[in-house]
């Protein structure tokens, strides 16, 4: 009986011969399955790389957000600088504008005061020179006293004028100068040079270098 079954069993096994495969048939059923597992891992391969550039988009936004707050900064760092020195450069212009008036305020604060005593110095010049000279004798002891204390009154108030920059201007034979000279006769004089000055009428001043009273002169002119 064993025997018999196994001959049946081999009768009813398909059989392939050498020359001719026999491919498996492939049912309609399973291409489907097969069809929808590939497109559901295509489907899951995107949303893998999806979720994966969304964390870098993600990232990316607030770097682009530092980078222009970042330029911002620079930009407002270097208006602020800007106007650092700006304001720095016009407060050193201010100290030394104010330092200079304050230097010209101390140079130049006793011009009303020198322009005054110079009418004093004016007549004491014109007291001795109009002794004359063959009057200052021993028989005549009291004008010659009198001279000479105006003598030594008019060189003390030029040595008081010289400490405080108060220099004396005589500028006989001297180019005329229109900054420290006041023309008042133009002449020709011979042996003088055209242009300079051969009279002095009035003694002139300079206080620290400035013109306080410019003298008065007669200048020479070609014939």
Do not use: W
């Amino acid at each position: 009986m064993a025997a018999a079954a196994r001959c049946v069993r081999l009768l009813l096994r398909p059989r392939c011969y050498p020359l001719l495969s026999c491919p498996p048939r492939t049912s309609p059923r399973l291409l489907c399955i097969a069809t929808q597992q590939k497109s559901t891992g295509q489907n899951l391969e995107d949303d893998q790389s999806q979720s994966q550039n969304e964390p870098k988009a993600e990232l990316n936004s607030p770097e682009k957000i530092l980078i222009e707050e970042k330029a911002k900064l620079e930009e407002q760092l270097k208006e602020i600088t800007d106007k650092y020195k700006r304001a720095l450069a016009d407060t050193e212009n201010l100290r030394q504008r104010s330092q200079k008036l304050v230097e010209e305020a101390k140079l130049y604060g006793i011009q009303s005061f020198c322009k005054d005593l110079l009418e004093v110095a004016d007549i004491l010049e014109k007291a001795t020179e109009s002794v004359p000279k063959e009057a200052l004798k021993e028989e005549n002891p009291h004008l010659k006293n009198l001279y000479d204390g105006l003598v030594m009154t008019e060189m003390q108030i030029q040595k008081v004028f010289k400490k405080h920059g108060l220099l004396k201007l005589n500028p006989v034979g001297a180019k005329f100068d229109p900054y420290e000279h006041e023309a008042l006769f133009h002449a020709p004089m011979e042996g003088k040079e055209p242009g300079s000055i051969a009279l002095v009428s009035k003694v002139g001043y300079k206080l620290h270098g400035r013109t306080l009273r410019p003298a008065l002169v007669g200048v020479v002119k070609e014939a």
